[in-house]
């Protein structure tokens, strides 16, 4: 079957990325606007968890079906020691709505941005077909079938089992992909001829005449009859930079969208993309009958010139060191159905937490949120296709192509992806299948280098960019010019925020050494450690409660040691760190705590027990000779007999930049309750992340307080997560999710010794959906 029929087969549209980005933030197009309208369809959903015969049709009594809202995860689970299956089913979801009076004429779609894994679409009671796969948009033409006068229903089976002919399934995979609707719903309302999709792909951008070549998509659903005009301007903020225009001839109706390009030259003015300044730019793309809209789209840009060469990773012309690490998407509790705020809140975590200049979307295409704050906040992405080891048979392959098309034509404008991954991670060769898979992501974007996640270095080289995991110490040397490592560490030494002091801090000098080396020579262009967050797997893996210990925060985000390394990588004008790679007790190490590992960009420390200077020392070069902020090894020796509180003094040029204390006590002093944000919107699902510590007077968390927390709310929200809850490791974290009701939400967690701490939430109002 050839990719053609292969699409064909499934009635899907290959236009998921149709959407444009303001609109995407949730704001919906008054109707009786000119060109598209498009409507989030995220709330008023009814669910069933099972299959439901009949349950498609307008008909249907679904009364007795649960109220949900998307993001929506099949089935709420525990953080951990769950079993897969209990969301591995088949359920149904279903959404009335009327349309517009505008959209009389026009073609109506309905877009997914994430079902997992199987979707079957119904409208009014006839199958639209199904969709294979989790990670990527889809869309369905809802025009023959809508009722434009009446109710209309749409209906989703969706199947959340591991089916073998869908990616990455088919063997075994080292993650859980969970189940539902678990991203974002759109109706779009088009005309016969619409803009399907823009790529807007700069050019010489290092020059002195940078330029900007716009590909606008036009879908001809019926045939034009008149000269049309591509209208594309591009801005900065509210501010037009250049505007220019394309003639667009009649053209007769086709099934494929046809490119016409606008150019810009001469952008004199444009600020360039990069991680310290990550400009952007919106290009806003109106097509025109005359001087009548007929359509109109806009994309989010940045200039930027990115390229793997035999020099290591060069941004602009300048070769910057890749240091980065792998994210899973998954979060507690709900599995992968986190709404934008907590997807952002992880891009954030990794660029201004941790420090990371890159970030590998391990192993699947992420949520556009995540990626909408990679954009923004100048963190570089490696983006891949679906897959685990595992290469299935044509069928299987044809899917996996499409997955690519997919990630490819949703991202293709975003600054911060350098490279597509276009390789089943870690799958055995598979010469035919991987020479098109490459052919598909140069002949759709020509302007980024392709690479291919392995695990031996005899793997065929299809790709621009070799990419390695290698778990090994020493690395193996690069064996091609053009060579980044993407996965160490991670299995070969999990970590949990529980384990005694020298685990702790081996975990924390096992990536030091790796980032040591690949900074020693200029081949590897860097490395992305495993990896970013503690997740969920399958019984066959992980440490015996269905989580892989494998990252350097726990599954909350909350840092082990190993974070405090990747932290202290950062130049100091950014910020001054100082990151102890154990906690402090004198008897947690086999026989006894003498050394004491720091991680931080200063370059002289002092350290204090009782008041009394015991220990200086400086960056450890002789064991780091590359890194640019070596770890501090201080040798407490007998001073530790003396026993107290530890304080470590940072210095910089001789003067003191930051303070650090442990208590010596052994005693919980102080619990804290810390929320990401307080404000939220009352759409039925923004969610912050609430942190509960338990910590010294000092600050620092006690890793063995395993109190249970008793959580009560108050006003229009809901816990997601365990109530009561028990700290692992001193700390833990639930979820507020807003319910879709303004007011005034309070949290109280109340420790059993401790006592009671409370936040204030501002619930505002968020406005009712339109259809």
């Not at 060191?321 to 507690?332: A, I, M, N, S, V």
């Not at 102080?670 to 942190?691: C, E, P, W, Y």
């Not at 365990?722 to 700390?731: E, M, R, S, V, Y």
Request: with cysteine; hydrophobic share 35%; proline share 6%.
């Amino acid at each position: 079957m050839d990719r053609r029929n292969f699409l064909k087969t499934t009635s899907t549209v290959l236009a998921g990325s149709a959407l444009a980005p303001a609109l995407l933030g949730g704001k919906s197009v008054p109707a009786d606007s000119q060109g598209r309208l498009v409507f989030p369809l995220n709330r008023n959903w009814r669910y069933k968890r099972a299959f439901v015969e009949g349950a498609h049709g307008r008909e249907f009594d679904d009364a007795s079906f649960e109220r949900v809202v998307i993001p929506h995860t099949n089935v709420r689970l525990p953080w951990h020691s769950f079993d897969d299956k209990q969301y591995e089913f088949v359920s149904i979801y279903r959404r009335r709505f009327r349309l517009p009076a505008a959209a009389r004429g026009k073609r109506v779609f309905v877009d997914f941005e994430g079902v997992m894994t199987a979707s079957t679409v119904w409208i009014n009671g006839v199958s639209l077909g199904e969709y294979k796969g989790g990670y990527t948009p889809f869309s369905f033409d809802l025009t023959p079938h809508v009722d434009f006068d009446g109710e209309n229903v749409l209906a989703v089976d969706v199947d959340s089992t591991e089916r073998p002919d869908i990616p990455p399934f088919g063997y075994q995979i080292d993650y859980l992909t969970f189940g539902g609707i678990y991203r974002e719903v759109w109706l779009r309302i088009v005309p016969p001829i619409f803009i399907e999709n823009v790529f807007a792909k700069p050019k010489a951008v290092l020059s002195e005449q940078p330029g900007l070549d716009v590909d606008c998509y036009l879908q001809h659903t019926e045939a034009s009859h008149d000269t049309l005009t591509l209208e594309v301007e591009l801005r900065e903020g509210d501010r037009v930079q250049a505007k220019a225009t394309q003639r667009v001839p009649a053209s007769e109706a086709s099934t494929d969208p046809v490119a016409h390009t606008v150019h810009f030259d001469n952008l004199r003015a444009i600020k360039l993309w990069d991680l310290d300044h990550p400009n952007l730019y919106s290009v806003q793309v109106r097509l025109l009958k005359g001087s009548e809209l007929v359509d109109q789209d806009a994309r989010t840009v940045g200039f930027r010139e990115a390229r793997f060469t035999d020099h290591g990773f060069e941004l602009n012309g300048k070769v910057i060191k890749l240091r980065g690490l792998d994210r899973h998407q998954t979060f507690p509790f709900v599995g992968q159905a986190m709404p934008g705020r907590a997807q952002r809140s992880d891009a954030r975590v990794l660029r201004k937490k941790l420090k990371c200049n890159i970030v590998r979307t391990s192993h699947y295409p992420q949520s556009r949120h995540f990626l909408d704050a990679c954009d923004e906040t100048g963190l570089l992405v490696l983006e891949e296709i679906p897959g685990w080891q595992h290469i299935g048979d044509e069928a299987w392959k044809l899917v996996s192509i499409d997955n690519l098309s997919r990630m490819i034509r949703r991202d293709w404008n975003r600054p911060s992806i350098i490279l597509w991954g276009v390789r089943i991670n870690e799958s055995r060769d598979d010469h035919d299948f991987y020479t098109r898979t490459n052919a598909v992501a140069h002949r759709l974007d020509p302007t980024r280098q392709t690479c291919g996640i392995r695990n031996f270095l005899s793997s065929e080289f299809l790709e621009d960019v070799f990419t390695m995991n290698d778990f090994g110490f020493p690395l193996k040397p690069p064996n091609h010019p053009r060579y980044l490592n993407t996965e160490f560490v991670g299995h070969t030494y999990p970590t949990k925020t529980i384990d005694q002091v020298e685990r702790l801090t081996e975990h924390t000098l096992r990536h030091a050494r790796i980032h040591d080396q690949l900074a020693s020579d200029p081949q590897y262009a860097g490395g992305l450690g495993w990896c970013a967050f503690d997740y969920n797997t399958h019984a066959d893996f992980g440490s015996g409660d269905r989580i892989c210990y494998h990252g350097v925060t726990d599954i909350f985000r909350e840092p082990k040691p190993a974070a405090g390394f990747y932290k202290s990588q950062c130049d100091p004008s950014d910020e001054v760190v100082l990151e102890p790679a154990f906690h402090w007790a004198r008897g947690d190490e086999s026989v006894g705590f003498n050394k004491a590992v720091v991680c931080s960009n200063c370059d002289h420390l002092k350290f204090y027990i009782a008041g009394k200077l015991v220990a200086e020392a400086d960056p450890n070069k002789a064991d780091f000779a590359h890194l640019r902020y070596a770890p501090f090894v201080a040798d407490l020796g007998h001073a530790v007999e003396k026993w107290g509180d530890l304080r470590i003094e940072g210095y910089l040029n001789g003067n003191q930049a930051i303070v650090k204390t442990l208590s010596g006590r052994g005693v919980d002093q102080k619990f804290a309750v810390l929320s990401d944000d307080t404000q939220l919107h009352a759409d039925g699902a923004d969610s912050t992340r609430v942190v509960l510590r338990v910590t010294d007077e000092f600050g620092a968390i006690r890793p063995f307080a395993n109190d249970t927390i008793k959580l009560n709310l108050e006003g229009p929200a809901e816990i997601i997560g365990d109530n009561p809850f028990a700290l692992i490791g001193g700390t833990g974290a639930i979820w507020i999710r807003a319910k879709e009701q303004p007011g005034t939400v309070q949290l109280t967690a109340t420790h059993p010794v401790l006592g009671a701490q409370r936040v204030t939430f501002e619930i505002a109002p968020s406005p009712p959906e339109s259809v």
